[in-house]
């Protein structure tokens, strides 16, 4: 009988200290209600200031600050057409406080074009949600002697090889869609300059070192508005609201362009919590319903886009099937 009662004693005894620890152990519920209350989201942008990813991004991370009751700090980290940046994002803990906006360049073209990025595409990052899309525009300085794209077309096939173009980096979303845009204008031939952002090729478009650059709309747009370049036709299917007197490059004769397009979406280190991911996502499309985010977006010539998770993730799988042929097409390689 002794036996037994301290058998019994000793198990009620271990319950209780079981349920004394469940006090002192938070859940997974009430630790995702706590985040992030432990200190400051970092969003990486793997781009420089001033380009369209920043300028999404300070935008979006704004809003989440005030959403989330947490301060949303902003890390431009640029390099390497967005390898260095995305790497970054990719390598942090998967706790919530690391978040990156991504885009075409470095999720759907950067890793078809070179086999080497640092990180995985796919396995190393917790898809959130498709913040918004935009399209491109292609302009030159001012002085360029060209004042039409039909005008420029011509220009390059006259002097194959006498003009060039700038961009992000190699295999950047400006990179390859100028690559289409001289693919598409009858395989005109014009020298690729690459640098650390689309912000730092307009001072050497203005200056006239480089002839044109193929720049998303949002970043184009203080730059058009205060006449440094000239815009002279843009992608997608139809005249863009914020350049209404840009004719489309199908307009202008050159087809094929109607589909070229830049997303920004955010995304998590892989393993992120399923909460706090779940919690982002509500976030942003609330925030993609807000009349005031969706005229900032709409000043820029962005579109808004969300959805799920898994329908973001799609979207950006199947542009990089898309954009595989331009790049062996092109012969294009990472250098």
Do not use: C
Not at 15 to 28: D, E, H, R
């Amino acid at each position: 009988m002794r036996v037994f009662t301290r058998r019994v004693s000793l198990k009620f005894g271990l319950l209780a200290v079981l349920a004394a620890m469940g006090t002192l152990i938070p859940s997974v519920d009430s630790w995702a209600q706590a985040w992030p209350s432990a200190k400051p989201i970092r969003l990486v942008i793997p781009f420089p200031p001033g380009g369209a990813t920043d300028i999404i991004s300070r935008q979006v991370a704004q809003r989440l600050s005030v959403a989330l009751g947490q301060q949303v700090v902003v890390d431009n980290k640029p390099g390497a057409g967005g390898a260095i940046g995305s790497d970054m994002a990719a390598k942090a803990p998967a706790d919530g406080y690391t978040l990156l906006m991504a885009t075409s360049s470095t999720h759907s073209i950067g890793p078809l074009l070179n086999p080497k990025t640092p990180y995985d595409a796919v396995k190393d990052f917790a898809p959130i949600v498709h913040v918004a899309s935009a399209p491109s525009v292609l302009v030159v300085g001012q002085s360029f002697p060209a004042t039409s794209a039909r005008e420029l077309v011509d220009l390059l096939k006259r002097n194959p090889g006498k003009y060039n173009y700038g961009s992000s980096g190699i295999g950047t979303y400006p990179h390859l869609s100028a690559e289409m845009f001289k693919w598409r204008a009858g395989g005109v031939f014009a020298v690729h300059i690459p640098y650390r952002g689309t912000g730092l090729v307009i001072t050497d478009l203005v200056s006239g070192q480089i002839s044109f650059l193929m720049d998303s709309i949002v970043s184009a747009q203080t730059h058009i508005r205060s006449g440094k370049v000239r815009p002279l036709a843009v992608t997608g299917t139809k005249r863009s609201p914020t350049l209404p007197n840009v004719p489309t490059f199908a307009e202008v004769g050159v087809p094929g362009m109607e589909l070229v397009g830049n997303w920004f979406g955010l995304f998590a280190p892989a393993g992120a919590p399923a909460e706090v991911v779940a919690r982002l996502n509500r976030e942003v499309n609330a925030m993609l319903k807000s009349p005031e985010f969706l005229e900032g977006l709409d000043k820029v010539g962005a579109e808004p886009a969300g959805g799920s998770p898994e329908e973001f993730a799609r979207t950006y799988q199947q542009e990089a099937q898309a954009w595989r042929g331009l790049i062996q097409r092109a012969g294009i390689k990472a250098e």
